[in-house]
């Protein structure tokens, strides 16, 4: 049974960072480009950015560029976001996904986490 954890949210104020990590098991972790979505309330699903396989190639939306940092540790089935910078539009539920390059529509997807809030006060 393939399962995506995710960890690290939380409150943090303007201008602050988190780092969220997601654990992976049941699958062939190294096989699958993985990525971050996230979704605020009466909002789509929206793409946030993803990282190959090897790690070498990194795709991020463009409102998250230059604040959002991707990245991966095969050795431990365990992905990344770095986030900074973060601003209160940037306050939603954030997921795991494993799926196909470069997994930046939610049709791309596999496998999904259940989420972790993340709120940016103002």
């Known amino acids: 049974q393939v399962q995506l954890v995710e960890s690290g949210g939380g409150l943090v104020q303007a201008g602050g960072s988190l780092r969220l990590s997601c654990a992976a098991s049941?699958?062939?972790?190294?096989?699958?480009?993985m990525g971050w979505f996230r979704q605020a309330p009466g909002k789509e699903r929206e793409f946030v950015g993803s990282?190959?396989?090897?790690?070498?190639?990194?795709y991020y939306a463009d409102s998250m560029k230059g604040r959002f940092t991707i990245s991966r540790d095969n050795a431990k089935n365990t992905v990344y976001l770095q986030m900074n910078s973060l601003k209160p539009e940037d306050t939603a539920v954030y997921y795991c996904t494993a799926g196909s390059s470069p997994l930046s529509q939610v049709s791309m997807a596999n496998y999904w986490g259940q989420g972790t809030q993340v709120t940016v006060s103002s």
């Open positions: 990282i190959s396989w090897s790690g070498g190639t990194t």
């Open positions: 049941g699958l062939s972790f190294r096989l699958y480009t």
